[in-house]
């Protein structure tokens, strides 16, 4: 549940915000993903250093090899990139300390197919992209904003990552990366810059070594971040960056893990992952700021484009500041083809200078007819703010696919500048869109002249505009916050006799819901002082 929440006028929102436990908002999620590795502690690290090899073991699954000290990881890279068959397919790798790397070049394994156990250690100080302060050109490490590559950044390449590809038998686990600066050009991430179908991220956790909004806006590479590089100098669109993953094939696997810090591209850029092709993502978080040049970009997911609907995101969240200069940025996932998210949320601000924008998601469905897209049991605390199709919840939802979102509520602000606005949903453009039990209570800012006070443009307290068949079942939004009808603008579309806009008061009432479909035993609940009032996911 939600408790000690405001909503203040005008730019400012979500004052004393404190998750005190919540199925949606993931209860305690944070605490759980501290773990003990499932491996005995090894102990031999005391000894005496092996030189140019590993400390100890033999690769099996009860006799993993042994890594200690930076020379060991090292070699760890060059084994399975140069000598050990199938990329170490079959063998066994474990952490016996933690590695400082803040005086020693880790060059990344190339391709990696076995077991890397990081028996809860953390690997600190890693720093790939050589940095040089005092090269007269980057200024030390910010790039240049007219696209040359500075003297101060080298060796950047594609697939990058403290593990640059996973194959689809790897499993990487128990594993810890802080205070890390990492730059590529497409495929980033601070773990792995591909996984390919099969391959598992288990309790891993990477933050970036600092810096803060203005150094993403900046790209002040030498304060720590995860950055994949765009605009070279010989062309290429770049991107698919994200803090964890750059991008995850069909059939890879995402759980109990989270990054904290600061990520940068252009395109498809994510908390966790900046371009999923199919993946599952269960309990796990991102916190910090992230920027976008060119789309798609999500404090979770960049861009999801799967057509599968057997992949999706569940029990995970995220506070990070999105900024995101072109179409397509939402609180939790940018763009979203087919799948599913369920018992997640996200909390904090989304800035969308274009269009498609929303506080959860910036756009859904399309280009695949029978795709779906099934949300339920989530919510979007946030500012938002963004051109046109701008909501709450959802920016648009694209013709193409089906789209059901079920359980779910926005709070916050929602700005616009070019219409298209709505509290929930800024535009419906699919034929197969459904909403059931859902409720919004923002305050639309029509910043169409400039000062939040205009009102040329089209808004809807629910829905800002419909403009094909879809479907809105009990739901409903706060009319004292928006003054506008439920839906701005529609051609078509069935609204049932149930959904309706209706005063702070009703909103904030269990039987205004209850009446209908709305489950208050198992569901939904009610209670003072929790959420601002207004009704809240159990």
Not at 65 to 84: G, K, M, P, R, W
Not at 238 to 246: P, Y
Not at 467 to 490: C, E, I, Q, Y
Request: glycine share 16%.
């Amino acid at each position: 549940m939600l408790s000690r929440f405001s909503i203040l006028a005008g730019s400012q929102l979500l004052v004393g915000i404190l998750i005190v436990g919540c199925s949606a908002a993931v209860p305690g999620l944070r605490d759980t993903l501290s773990t003990t590795s499932t491996a005995a502690a090894t102990g031999v690290c005391a000894g005496t250093p092996v030189t140019g090899g590993f400390q100890t073991g033999d690769g099996t699954s009860s006799n993993a090899f042994v890594i200690c000290n930076a020379d060991q990881l090292n070699h760890f890279a060059s084994y399975c990139t140069y000598v050990a068959p199938s990329n170490c397919s079959g063998l066994n790798f474990q952490l016996g300390a933690d590695i400082d790397l803040a005086n020693t070049p880790y060059i990344p394994v190339n391709y990696f197919s076995g077991t890397f156990d990081g028996n809860s250690k953390t690997v600190s100080n890693w720093v790939y992209g050589e940095i040089d302060p005092n090269a007269t050109s980057g200024g030390g490490g910010t790039i240049e904003s007219d696209g040359a590559l500075p003297a101060s950044l080298r060796n950047i390449d594609y697939n990058v990552g403290f593990f640059r590809q996973l194959g689809t038998t790897a499993t990487v686990k128990n594993l810890n990366l802080t205070n890390i600066a990492v730059i590529g050009r497409m495929f980033t991430g601070g773990l792995v810059g591909h996984m390919f179908s099969g391959a598992t991220i288990d309790h891993c956790h990477v933050s970036t070594a600092g810096g803060n909004e203005a150094d993403v806006m900046d790209r002040n590479y030498t304060k720590g971040m995860v950055l994949g590089y765009q605009n070279f100098s010989s062309g290429g669109n770049d991107g698919h960056t994200g803090g964890l993953i750059g991008t995850a094939e069909n059939g890879t696997t995402l759980s109990n893990s989270s990054f904290t810090g600061l990520v940068r591209s252009s395109q498809h850029v994510g908390g966790l992952v900046g371009d999923a092709l199919g993946i599952n993502i269960t309990n796990s978080y991102t916190t910090g700021a992230s920027y976008s040049s060119d789309g798609n970009h999500g404090g979770l997911v960049g861009a999801w484009e799967s057509s599968s609907v057997g992949f999706g995101i569940s029990n995970s969240f995220s506070t990070m500041t999105i900024t995101a200069t072109a179409s397509g940025g939402g609180g939790l996932v940018g763009t979203i083809r087919a799948g599913f998210i369920t018992n997640s949320y996200y909390m904090g601000t989304v800035n969308g200078n274009s269009g498609y924008t929303g506080g959860f998601i910036g756009s859904a469905g399309g280009p695949n007819v029978g795709a779906l897209v099934t949300i339920s049991k989530c919510f979007a605390l946030a500012n938002v703010e963004g051109s046109t199709f701008v909501g709450g919840f959802l920016g648009q939802s694209l013709s193409g696919g089906h789209i059901t979102i079920s359980d779910s509520y926005y709070i916050g602000n929602v700005a616009f500048t070019s219409g298209n606005a709505g509290g929930f949903i800024g535009e419906i453009a699919n034929a197969f869109t459904t909403l059931n039990r859902v409720y919004a209570a923002g305050t639309l800012i029509d910043n169409s002249n400039g000062t939040g006070t205009g009102a040329a443009v089209t808004k809807g307290a629910l829905v800002g505009t419909i403009t094909l068949a879809s479907a809105v079942n009990d739901s409903f939004a706060d009319l004292n916050l928006t003054s506008a009808a439920l839906v701005g603008t529609t051609n078509s579309g069935v609204i049932d006799g149930v959904s309706s806009v209706q005063s702070t008061v009703n909103m904030q009432t269990a039987t205004t819901y209850s009446a209908n479909t709305w489950d208050f035993n198992t569901v939904w609940t009610v209670a003072p002082g929790v959420n601002g009032g207004y009704p809240t996911l159990r």
